[in-house]
């Protein structure tokens, strides 16, 4: 059964940082994409970052790329979420995911990826 597991979300002051780590289990972590994805209530769920395990491109959505670094542990089998400076506007519930196609293939498209975490709460509040 493969699992994707995610850890450290929680309520935040603004411009604080957190990381959120999703562990995989039950999938081969070779030639994988991984990525984050957020919703927000009302929102339709959104890219944050995407990246392969062997692909290094790595890609970010415009509100991510100077705040947030996706990073992988291979010794783990887990990826990352780095967030620096959070905003009101980051509160939502955040999401792993994997696919077995390469990065060009899947992007930052929600739909394509085929494997989820259960999403994990971050609320940026003063």
């Known amino acids: 059964e493969v699992q994707l597991v995610e850890s450290g979300g929680g309520l935040v002051q603004i411009g604080r940082s957190l990381r959120l780590s999703c562990a995989v289990s039950g999938l081969t972590f070779d030639d994988l994409t991984i990525a984050w994805f957020r919703q927000a209530p009302g929102r339709e769920r959104e890219g944050i970052s995407c990246t392969g395990t062997d692909d290094k491109s790595t890609y970010y959505a415009d509100f991510a790329r100077d705040r947030f670094t996706i990073s992988i542990d291979y010794a783990k089998k887990t990826f990352s979420l780095q967030m620096n400076n959070l905003k009101p506007e980051d509160t939502a519930v955040y999401f792993c995911?994997?696919?077995?196609?390469?990065?060009?293939?899947?992007?930052?498209?929600?739909?394509?990826?085929?494997?989820w975490g259960q999403g994990t709460q971050i609320t940026v509040s003063s």
């Open positions: 995911a994997a696919d077995r196609r390469r990065v060009l293939a899947v992007g930052l498209t929600s739909s394509k990826y085929e494997y």
